[in-house]
């Protein structure tokens, strides 16, 4: 068990409906990161919150947003959906501190999203 | 270019042989950090072992080591032992840069299907 709680695992939705993910990181992390595993793209890199602000931005749709709360959980939110965006949704946790070796980024057990 | 590249799709070992996961990487920055994560079908994402750039060691935990040769950029997972429990993808991830409280993302690559068997 790596700490870090995804909900839900698992969910089905059609075309143009709009789901939200949610992630816990681990118990001291400051620092939430999004990432999209698909068959064609493989792992991709989202976006990062570090105790609520957005730090760094990847491959994200516009129609994906997310945010990082005050009690560090943080929500991907997906719209308009599209058969593409079938994926396996990836949160992961760090420290993030400026005395932290960067050694420890663990990743929860995934939402497997099936647009339809 | 890929930042990281895993050339093997897929690979074969016998139980309680060693097998070797190779990893080659591609980055201009001096500090960095190499990651190994294995998926099994179940689809959850499980942290193996880490080696840091400066690391003059290798890195090991339990059956696994990092093979780190830094001249080479190369970081290659060896596990001893293999079990049937191994069978599983292999990914390979680096995370470029340290700025304090910086960002950690991570590239990964197309990762290596391993089957031990019996």
């Known amino acids: 068990d790596s700490g870090v709680t995804q909900t839900p695992k698992h969910l089905i939705t059609a075309t143009g409906q709009r789901v939200t993910l949610r992630c816990s990181p681990r118990?001291?992390?400051?620092?939430v990161y999004w990432y999209q595993q698909s068959l064609d793209q493989g792992l991709q890199f989202l976006i990062q919150?570090?105790?609520?602000?957005?730090?760094a931005k990847g491959n994200i749709l516009e129609r994906f947003s997310a945010q990082q709360f005050p009690d560090l959980h943080s929500e991907l939110n997906l719209s308009s959906l599209e058969l593409g965006d079938s994926a396996l949704y990836f949160c992961?946790?760090?420290?993030?501190?400026?005395?932290?070796?960067?050694?420890?980024?663990?990743f929860g057990e995934g939402s497997w999203l099936t647009v339809v | 270019a890929q930042k990281i590249t895993q050339t093997q799709p897929g690979m074969f070992v016998q139980e309680k042989e060693a097998v070797t996961l190779d990893c080659t990487y591609d980055?201009?920055?001096?500090?960095?950090?190499l990651f190994w994560y294995k998926q099994p079908s179940s689809g959850e994402m499980i942290f193996l072992i880490y080696?840091?750039?400066?690391?003059?060691q290798n890195a090991t935990e339990g059956r696994y080591s990092l093979n780190f040769q830094k001249a080479r950029k190369s970081a290659n997972l060896v596990i001893s032992a293999s079990q049937l429990g191994d069978s599983a993808m292999y990914f390979c991830?680096?995370?470029?840069?340290?700025?304090?409280?910086?960002?950690?993302?991570?590239?990964f690559g197309k990762g290596t299907k391993l089957s031990v068997i019996p």
């Open positions: 991830a680096m995370r470029e840069g340290y700025s304090g409280a910086g960002s950690y993302q991570l590239t």
């Open positions: 919150y570090y105790n609520g602000e957005e730090r």
């Open positions: 980055t201009s920055d001096q500090s960095y950090g």
């Open positions: 118990s001291g992390d400051l620092s």
């Open positions: 080696q840091g750039s400066y690391d003059e």
């Open positions: 992961a946790s760090s420290v993030d501190e400026a005395t932290d070796s960067g050694n420890t980024i663990y």
